[in-house]
């Protein structure tokens, strides 16, 4: 079974991942859906290695990239966990919700179950979640490793276990462990009044598994759930041993209607009290104890009656499995993490393709594509944008911020980082920064599906400039060389730079100067090339939202700093000190 989890329960997560490796099953979550933002993930453990669990913003992306996934793990709150579980409900793959949240309105539960798909298992609310033993763990069953290694909940027994409770279930397990074989399947349904699985849905379920050999009802005061069991038991639905313990017989003694810890346990007629349920379940032909006292006995008793024989618990955990807890108690989180390069083998690799591979190939483009957008393979028309961009972005003169600042500190003495570095920091909203500006519009224009005219009429109404239009000396009548050369390496079937030249209609019928200008190019055929080299929204939008464009630009303008610094230099040029008539003296 493949999850995803709808909320950010990172803990709860890394549980679900340490029970699948001490298990030796691959990772059981696949994605989670939560507000961080876009193709953002959660660095988690698996063993003593790191993985990664994507983050998506929304579940229709995580299924679309995960179509195996067939169950989701709603933890969202009580305010929005119904329209999460709604949402399921589209999807046929999934199969299994398990709902967390408490709190969740009774009206919006019981509508719930009034519209559930036949074939959906719904488990909830406020449930603690499901635990197939050596298989998976949905939510946080079964506690702590040690309690997971204590109860064999490794691999699958014989036991199929129910409760209301979630402590319970965790206690329950280690009952069964201790007085049977052990447990095949614990699922704990919620403490709310209305569960949207009964237990009778659960012990039917449990009477169609042949590797369940008995079944394990662990209720409590309230509801007449449990009653409903009996009558199945009492009717032959249900032909395998039901040992039955309803919780909470010293209720009698208190004031009527008391609610206890859960939303459904409290008793408003005789036959919701755990003492008319028990009596009630023993009747109809279930096993019950005379008090939990009683439980491990019957438990034990009811179980060697299956094997002709008083069952004998073997307590030995295979060295494999305490191993692999082992690693799990022995971890350490990285300090920082990479994707980029890996020095510790034979050969500097980059992205897992080694140096010598960059080198033969004698294109730097390709190498800047693998380090920069994580993809190893680029299509020709890729790396030649990629190469074309560093090439017209490489200098822009010396009278400009960035320059300037290079050669003031290269004439002070300074050594080449430094100067660069001065440079670099007038890099910023008012120089050199509109690329990740023109990418940031052009693709919440996209998100919106708008086109030119109103991308136009927006920024007019906001009274905003349109970073990818205009220049001080160039317009339709004296063309930018640049421009054409960017244009040369357009997709025929892009949809970014068809829309900037539209655009460039627009204002151009206005002004000759209000052209796509060099940043507006390299946007919008970043954004093209993405599209043409299979990235999907959730990935363009994380490189848009990280500045991707500034980064080319970057990287280009540290060469022209550098050259700047090494002709400061090299021609031993003196401190630079502005003359009196450069200063205004006020």
């Excluded at 169609?208 to 079944?215: G, Q």
């Excluded at 040369?488 to 079937?493: H, I, K, N």
Aim: net charge negative.
């Amino acid at each position: 079974m493949n999850a995803v989890v709808y909320g950010m329960q990172q803990e709860m997560i890394q549980r679900m991942l340490d029970y699948d490796y001490v298990c030796g099953n691959h990772p059981s979550v696949y994605a989670c859906v939560g507000e961080w933002g876009t193709a953002s993930s959660l660095v988690c453990h698996w063993g003593r290695e790191m993985c990664r669990v994507p983050v998506y913003r929304s579940l229709d992306h995580a299924i679309a990239h995960h179509p195996d996934i067939d169950t989701c793990i709603n933890a969202w709150s009580f305010r929005t966990a119904t329209s999460v579980i709604r949402q399921c409900f589209s999807f046929s793959q999934i199969g299994t919700i398990v709902t967390i949240a408490e709190g969740i309105p009774e009206r919006d539960t019981r509508e719930i179950i009034a519209i559930k798909p036949c074939h959906v298992r719904l488990i909830g609310p406020a449930t603690v979640g499901w635990l197939g033993a050596g298989q998976f763990r949905w939510g946080n069953t079964a506690g702590t490793m040690d309690n997971i290694v204590s109860s064999r909940l490794f691999r699958a027994w014989s036991v199929g276990l129910v409760s209301k409770s979630g402590g319970m279930l965790n206690e329950l397990c280690a009952e069964c462990a201790r007085h049977t074989d052990g447990i095949h399947t614990a699922i704990a349904i919620g403490g709310d009044r209305y569960p949207y699985s009964t237990f009778a849905d659960i012990v039917r379920w449990y009477e169609t598994i042949d590797a369940i050999k008995m079944i394990v009802v662990f209720g409590e005061v309230g509801t007449e759930d449990e009653c409903e069991v009996a009558e199945m038991v009492r009717r032959w639905e249900v032909k395998k041993p039901v040992v039955v313990w309803v919780t909470g017989e010293s209720a009698d003694h208190l004031p009527k209607a008391m609610q206890f810890g859960h939303a459904g346990a409290k008793a408003t007629t005789d036959r919701e009290s755990a003492r008319f349920k028990n009596a009630f379940c023993r009747e109809a032909g279930c096993v019950v104890p005379e008090s939990y006292a009683d439980l491990p006995r019957v438990l034990r008793d009811t179980f060697g009656s299956l094997w002709w024989g008083v069952y004998a618990c073997d307590e030995r955990v295979p060295e494999e499995i305490m191993s692999r807890v082992k690693d799990c108690s022995m971890r350490k989180k990285p300090l920082i993490s990479t994707r980029i390069s890996d020095e510790r083998g034979d050969e500097l690799t980059y992205r897992g393709i080694p140096v010598s591979d960059y080198v033969a190939q004698g294109d730097i483009a390709r190498v800047l594509g693998a380090l920069r957008l994580g993809k190893k393979n680029f299509s020709d028309r890729s790396l030649r944008l990629i190469q074309t961009i560093l090439i017209v972005c490489a200098d822009h003169g010396p009278a400009v911020s960035g320059a300037i600042n290079t050669i003031v500190t290269a004439r002070a003495g300074k050594d080449a980082v430094s100067s660069v570095i001065a440079g670099l920091a007038t890099i910023g909203p008012r120089f050199g920064w509109a690329i990740s500006g023109c990418m940031r519009m052009l693709w919440d224009a996209h998100c919106q599906w708008w086109n030119a005219q109103q991308i136009v009429d927006y920024a007019k109404k906001q009274g905003v400039l349109i970073p990818w239009i205009g220049h001080k000396i160039k317009s339709l009548y004296n063309p930018d060389v640049r421009c054409q050369h960017l244009a040369d390496c357009a997709w025929s079937d892009g949809i970014f730079f068809p829309l900037g030249k539209e655009i460039e209609v627009i204002t151009t019928a206005k002004k000759p100067t209000l052209i796509l200008n060099v940043d507006g190019h390299i946007a919008c055929l970043l954004l093209d090339m993405m599209r043409a080299e299979g990235f999907g929204d959730e990935e363009i939008a994380s490189f848009v939202s990280a500045d991707l464009g500034n980064c080319f630009f970057v990287l280009a303008r540290t060469i022209w700093l550098l050259g700047h610094f090494l002709d400061q230099v090299r021609h031993d040029e003196g401190l630079v000190r502005l003359s009196w008539d450069d200063v205004w003296y006020e």
